[in-house]
């Protein structure tokens, strides 16, 4: 059984400093992994999508990294900003259904 | 706005009713999802379409629990004799063949669901 487990839970940094967030799983057997961002109360927004025989993906100041056969996946955010507060949640894909973590709660402090 | 639409954003019942959300998916999109996430913890799948044919249901889908997406477009999630428990944020997303998008997922704003 696939699970997906994000260290860690909560991570507190000022402003402008770059920051890396850990995802990890259990069976490498994944179709893809995606990086998602949720606001509180909010639904969740695509961030990077990275098929399997990918090893990374950039989006601005965004860079997420896989390593299928460690079962390892890192989101690497640059120069971070307040606006960048939020809850970042990993997720591994079957053909189907995403299997997520509980993700990593980060809070920028102006 | 051409993403994925819920509706209602928020609901709240009494225990013992039913509740039925609507999810508009983006429109090429062959595949709609329905998830559910309480608070602190990542979401879970519940079940999927493939156009109009439900091709898998999680055992997190009891029997009180039911959708349907009846001409491939929009989907219904219904929940009969809502108890405490159901109480969540309910997620519908949707993506295009798997051949096409590598099966990446666009999610809708959500519902709120609160039980009294």
Redesign the interface.
Same mark, same amino acid.
């Given at each position: 059984k696939q699970e997906v487990t994000q260290i860690p839970a909560a991570l507190s940094v000022p402003e402008g400093e770059n920051l890396v967030l850990n995802c990890s799983f259990t069976d490498s057997a994944i179709y893809n992994l995606q990086w998602f961002r949720q606001d509180p109360g909010k639904g969740l927004t695509s961030l990077l999508l990275i098929q399997s025989s990918q090893r990374e993906q950039t989006s601005g100041r965004l860079n997420a990294s896989l390593d299928k056969s460690s079962g390892r996946s890192t989101l690497y955010i640059a120069a971070s900003q307040p606006g960048d507060s939020a809850t970042y949640l990993c997720a591994v894909s079957r053909v189907y259904q995403l299997i997520w973590g509980a993700g990593t709660k980060l809070i920028i402090k102006p | 706005d051409t993403g994925v639409s819920?509706d209602p954003r928020h609901k709240i019942t009494k225990r013992g009713q039913n509740v039925t959300f609507r999810c508009d998916p983006i429109s090429e999109h062959n #595949?709609l999802?329905w998830?559910r996430q309480t608070l602190?913890?990542?979401? =879970? %799948?519940l079940t999927?379409f493939q156009n109009e044919a439900q091709? =898998?249901k999680s055992r997190l889908l009891s029997d009180r629990f039911s959708a349907e997406r009846p001409k491939g477009s929009f989907s219904t999630l219904e929940i009969q004799r809502t108890e405490q428990g159901d109480s969540a944020m309910y997620?519908c997303?949707s993506s295009l063949l798997?051949q096409d998008s590598?099966? =990446?997922? %666009? %999610?809708?704003?959500?519902t #709120?669901l609160t039980v009294l």
């Open positions: - | 819920q #595949r999802y998830y602190g913890q990542g979401p =879970e %799948f999927y091709l =898998e997620l997303a798997p590598y099966n =990446e997922q %666009f %999610f809708g704003p959500g #709120r």
